[in-house]
Structures are given as structure tokens and as C-alpha cells.
């Protein structure tokens, strides 16, 4: 097994450089092989990184605040807070790691951006990642997925569901049109407040994240993140998931682990979902080139 979706800081805490080191990452790949996962990517988020914020700085202007909630300062607060950490360290840290012969890929996770792709792009062509992972986690302004937050909360209270999930659809569009990533991060992340629209709008926008990663070439991750969450269920749903198998979109495995301890976790229940959604290979990345290689099945030692 792989988990393809790593950090190495939780959303709370303020990024330690100090802890950025050879040590830290051990740790996880320790993790990994107790939990039966041969490869990690680490695959922080971009806006971690004072580079990141750089070119995307002040995104959250591009847009109205919506309903006289203050998304401006919320957004600047969780950059303020988040951007603090050199990129350069980051890849110099982890190549090292890969270097050293622990079984580590070079990732980053790049938050989308409107408007913004092409300078986020250009940054990152400057590194020598492995794999890229693309992911919506702002509609406009607002951090839909920042359940601690009262004013990003109040936004679910005050717009329709659909016109919450048709956004979020359109973004992916977007995103995967800009071919600038490797991978969809949960790919269905829109459920993750267990808000739901009618039955024929989830369809509706689960053919187009479909439709957007097929048309794109990027692959799809499987997700156990979203199961902790309000939504209590894996990325994506059992139904996008069958509608990406038709699609022949490819797969890998993630965890979204924000610390040592949730690498790899319930990665049999992900490779049991893939199965069941005839799934018979997994993605793997270098140097952003893919290669597939065959799903280990259930008792073998591979
Ligand atoms: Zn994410
Ligand atoms: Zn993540």
C-alpha cells in the first residue's frame, strides 16, 4: 500500500522549522510500515510556505466578502498564522529523506487558487516534486472546510446547499482544467459539514468531478480523512468512486495524516473500497510521471 497524502504539521499548531528534519520524517515511514505502507508522499499544503503566500497573496480580495461576514480577516488570520515556512528547507528535507533510503516521495498539497494557477505553477516548476496534489478547499473567499471557524461556519448557514455543491463542482472543473496537479485530494471534501443537497444535485456533481478528473489525466486519491469528519464517511462516496472507475480514472491511497500516527490509517478498508469499485492498479508518482503497479489484494505479503 502507499498513503499518498501526508503533512507534517496539524492545522492548529504554527509550523516548527526547527522540527523539519531527517528524524521527523523517520518517524513516519516507521508508521508506515507498521501500518503495511510501503511508500508516503509528504505532501504538505502550500500556503505553509512564505513562497506559497507569496504568490497568491491577498487571493481573498478577488471576491465581495459574502453576506457582511468578515472573510477578509478570517483569511488573512489563517495565513497570517499558517505561511511561515521555507519551501526550500521542505524539498531539501524531504529529497534527504528520499535520499537516505527512507521510502519517501517529494509532494506538496496545492490548495487552488482562481485566477492564481499560472504563478503557482511557475513556483512550483522551480522544485523537484514527485507528485502534486490539487484540492478545493475555498469557494471564493471562504474556507468552506474550517469547521472550528464560527464565521466560515455562518456562510453554511446562509447559502443553498446546491449552489454550495454546484461551486464546489465548477471549482474542481476549474482546477483540473488548469492540468497544473497529479492528484485530486478528496475529491468529494464539499460533504464534509454533512450538508447535503437533493439526491439529483449530488448526482449531478459527482458526474462532473467525474467528468473533470477524467478529462483532465489526474488521478483521484481514496481518502480515509473524511470518516473522523461530521460527513463520517471516506473520499469519495461509494457512488463517485464507482462513476471514477468507469471512467477509468486512476487511484491512489491517502490518509490526510497531520501527525505520525494516522499514516496509512484503515488503509485496508480503502483498498477493500477500490476493490469493490474494480479497482485492480494504483498510481504511483516520480518526478511527476506516473506508473501504475497492481493492487496488492487482501493477505498477500505485498
Ligand atoms: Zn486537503
Ligand atoms: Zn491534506
Known amino acids: 500500500m ?23 520524517i523517520a518517524r513516519y515511514t516507521e508508521e508506515a510500515a507498521r501500518a503495511g505502507v510501503g511508500e508516503i508522499a509528504l505532501t504538505e499544503h502550500i500556503f505553509r510556505f512564505v513562497q506559497g503566500r ?15 461576514l468578515p472573510l477578509y480577516a478570517r483569511a488573512e ?27 519517501v516521495i517529494v509532494g506538496l498539497e496545492v490548495d487552488y487558487v482562481p485566477g ?25 473567499n471562504w474556507l468552506f472546510d474550517d ?15 446546491e449552489e454550495i455543491w454546484r461551486a464546489y463542482a465548477g471549482a474542481m472543473e476549474e482546477l483540473a482544467a488548469t492540468k497544473s496537479c497529479d492528484v485530486l485530494a478528496h475529491p468529494d471534501l464539499v460533504k464534509v459539514a454533512a450538508r447535503y443537497p437533493d439526491r439529483g444535485v449530488i448526482d449531478e456533481c459527482e458526474e462532473r468531478i467525474a467528468d473533470a478528473a477524467a478529462g483532465s489525466g489526474m488521478a483521484a486519491e481514496i481518502s ?4 473522523a469528519k461530521p460527513c463520517g464517511e471516506d473520499y469519495p462516496s461509494p457512488s463517485l468512486l464507482a462513476r471514477l472507475s468507469r471512467r477509468n480514472v486512476p487511484i491512489t491511497f491517502a490518509s490526510d495524516s497531520h501527525g505520525p500516527a494516522r499514516v496509512g490509517e484503515r488503509n485496508a478498508a480503502l ?12 498510481r504511483r508518482f516520480r518526478g511527476r510521471q506516473a506508473t501504475d503497479a497492481d493492487l496488492c489484494l487482501p493477505g498477500s505479503a505485498r
Open 271 to 282: 483498498l477493500r473500497q477500490a476493490l469493490a469499485a474494480g479497482y485492480r492498479s494504483v
Open 2 to 24: 502507499i498513503d499518498y497524502h501526508v503533512h507534517l504539521w496539524p492545522h492548529p499548531e504554527r509550523a516548527d522549522e526547527g522540527e523539519l528534519a531527517l528524524e521527523r
Open 224 to 227: 480515509s480523512a473524511g470518516s
Open 54 to 68: 507569496a504568490v497568491t497573496e491577498g487571493w481573498w480580495r478577488d471576491w465581495p466578502e459574502w453576506g457582511g
Open 77 to 103: 488570520a489563517y495565513y497570517d498564522h499558517h505561511a511561515t515556512v521555507d519551501l526550500d528547507h521542505y524539498v531539501a528535507t524531504a529529497l534527504a529523506a528520499k535520499e537516505a533510503g527512507l521510502p
Open 116 to 140: 492564481r494557477m499560472e504563478a503557482v505553477s511557475a513556483l512550483l516548476a522551480g522544485y523537484p516534486f514527485d507528485v502534486l496534489l490539487g484540492s478545493v478547499h475555498a469557494l471564493e
Open 147 to 161: 469547521l472550528s471557524d464560527a464565521t466560515q461556519m455562518a456562510v453554511w448557514e446562509s447559502r443553498p446547499l
